[in-house]
DNA sequence: ACGCTTTTCCACGATACTGTTGACAGAATT
DNA sequence: AATTCTGTCAACAGTATCGTGGAAAAGCGT
């Protein structure tokens, strides 16, 4: 649904962006803002006055550099997940074990929900089903980069249900989801600085996952 | 904030309460709709129009029937999880081992969800941090239904960790919360007759909590 | 100091939602 | 048959939001 260049801000805001200056730099300024906003509030529980008071300017100044909430919304979140998804894809065909494979991805995935705090839990949040129509094609993007994620982990246990490394213990795709569970709704308790670090927390879920509770007694 | 009386529509409902005939089928039946409407957009995104258009009538006549957005939304999800609560500190307070504890702990709570879908997954998706000062007494309430269930899993992993049932892998804390990740978010993808059902799912995510997927080999 | 460009703001129209009001139709009651 | 009760509806006001237009302000190059 792009629009053809309706008038006035559009054309300014495409004038500006091929010759980007300091353009660039104050685009990233209002998505860091955002970014806090969306996590305090949700993406769809947000206004852009909200975002733009957290900067202290107004709505429509936003406006030359987003056209709308959604490009706002996909500037911010599309690189990282990009990047995610690559990362479970590198570790998922990396020649190790797939215990190690399944570890490694685990704590990798918290680690980067450490680092890219709190721009991921912004988009785990939202649920991609219900996203309109009218950005579908955006959209369906997204919502392959999250197949990734889950079929590298289902591939990972897959890989070990078949050499026998793991145990059998249900659907490699229920187990995946699993565990994915307990790496996303870390977005309701996860605070950087507060309680466990990133580390711990994706070393903990790993032993949790591979080795269990029970100790052998 | 309840509005004392204010004139007509509310007098109404006042009268209808005590003498409760028809009355309270329909309420059921709004009740039901609206389940299915939050569930499909969510509370917050979801419109009382919608929830009338569900049942074919005016907006309107909701008010009759509730005061508010908010009322209807506790009416709907106050008494389960009250229940499910209720259930958690059953089994934590139980006579068996932790470990069986656990086992029926989350095997449990799969079920309720599955038994209860999609009422409970409205509620879980809900983030009762953001919830509005206004509502802050109910969200009070909510908070310590919420706090009672993550406890019994706390407790539950800590009695194990010190009768030495269960491995210590992490504070009892972030453990809980990994197992009540891999319970909440199911929430994205199970749905009542496809793939696995609840009862699988429970055990699954039991025994991968608790004896692991490492074979031991 | 003067133009020109970049950036910001005030004001507007359009839309959507909430909660309320007073009136209306059918059933129940008298 | 008249009247109250129950449930419904069309319409209104109030608020919040979004995206746009045009004008003001700030930079900056000469």
Not at 54 to 63: C, F, P, T, W
Not at 98 to 125: C, D, H, Q, T, W
Not at 135 to 159: P, T, V
Not at 165 to 175: D, E, K
Request: some cysteine.
């Amino acid at each position: 649904m792009t629009k053809k260049a309706s008038v006035i801000g559009q054309r300014r805001k495409a004038a500006s962006e091929d010759s980007s200056a300091s353009y660039q730099a104050r685009r990233k300024e209002i998505c860091e803002a955002a970014i806090q906003v969306f996590h305090r509030q949700g993406f769809s529980g947000a206004s852009l006055s909200a975002v733009a008071a957290e900067l202290g300017i107004d709505r429509a100044s936003l406006y030359y550099y987003f056209s709308s909430k959604d490009e706002l919304f996909d500037a911010i979140t599309t690189s990282v997940l990009e990047e995610n998804a690559a990362l479970a894809r590198r570790i998922a065909d990396s020649p190790i074990s797939p215990r190690r494979k399944l570890r490694e991805l685990v704590a990798a995935m918290m680690v980067s929900y450490g680092e890219n705090y709190p721009l991921l839990y912004i988009y785990i949040r939202e649920d991609l089903r219900q996203v309109a129509d009218s950005r579908s094609d955006w959209s369906k993007h997204m919502r392959g980069l999250n197949r990734q994620i889950e079929n590298a982990f289902i591939e990972i246990i897959e890989q070990g249900y078949e050499d026998r490394s793991l145990r059998r213990i249900g659907s490699a795709r229920m187990v995946a989801y699993g565990i994915l569970g307990m790496l996303n709704w870390s977005h309701r308790w996860y605070r950087p600085g507060k309680g466990e670090s990133a580390e711990e927390a994706g070393r903990t879920f790993a032993e949790l996952a591979l080795a269990g509770l029970e100790s052998p007694y």
